[in-house]
């Protein structure tokens, strides 16, 4: 069965501090996977898009990070501001057919 | 921001009422998507439309139907709306299938009391 599991759920941090998330899949064929952050009230804005090739891909202080072998992305916040406060939803596509897989998301809150 | 304009932004209704979303792009692109956002749940598609009445089911089709009779606009129809349809929709759009979704729009808050 397909499926995107992150974590941690939720995860607190002071303003300034370095975080990590994480995503596993068990989507195959796999296609891309993306990383969306979503502001309480919005939708969700793409951060980054990666593909089988790529295992970095940097957008300002967001790097996200995918290990195709072991089915595996992060995504590395640096010096958090309280903007970074949202939730981080990571999406995996699935080749040759319209599907794509949502993961719950991790609720990231930055306090001063 | 793309633009992506989702009205109305909140909707309060009753069973049984008949409740149309509606998606407005401004991006020319082909693809739009409904989803629906749920606590526990990641992002779910409703439908999704491949082109001017091109539309097909997604994952949680049952209850309802959608319409795309121009490139910018896609409706969403809840025929009969019932408590289990209370729920955070968002409109998304892409030029492509293997790009989807690239932009959600700020969703609709419906209630169904």
């Known amino acids: 069965k397909n499926q995107v599991e992150q974590s941690p759920q939720s995860l607190i941090i002071l303003e300034g501090k370095n975080c990590t998330l994480q995503c596993n899949y068990t989507v195959s064929p796999f296609s891309n996977l993306r990383w969306y952050k979503q502001d309480t009230g919005r939708g969700p804005v793409s951060l980054t898009i990666m593909t089988f090739s790529e295992n970095t891909k940097s957008n300002g202080r967001y790097t996200a990070t995918l290990d195709a072998d072991t089915k595996q992305s992060s995504l590395h916040i640096t010096a958090s501001q309280l903007s970074d406060s949202a939730s981080y939803i990571c999406?995996?596509?699935?080749?040759?057919?319209?599907?794509?897989?949502f993961g719950t998301g991790t609720r990231l809150t930055v306090i001063p | 921001d793309a633009g992506i304009t989702q009205s109305p932004r909140h909707k309060v209704t009753e069973t049984g009422t008949p409740v149309t979303l509606r998606c407005h792009q401004t991006e020319n692109h082909r693809y739009m998507y409904w989803y629906r956002q749920d606590p526990g749940h990641g992002l779910r598609l409703i439908h999704y439309s491949y082109g001017v009445k091109d539309t097909d089911k997604g994952e949680v089709s049952d209850g309802y139907s959608v319409s795309r009779s121009k490139t910018e606009d896609f409706l969403l129809t809840l025929e009969s709306a019932t408590s289990s349809q209370t729920s955070v929709y968002f409109c998304?759009?892409?030029?492509?299938?293997?790009?989807?979704?690239?932009?959600f729009g700020d969703g609709t808050r419906l209630s169904i009391l």
């Open positions: 999406v995996v596509r699935e080749t040759g057919a319209n599907n794509l897989f």
């Open positions: 998304a759009i892409s030029e492509s299938l293997e790009n989807q979704p690239q932009h």
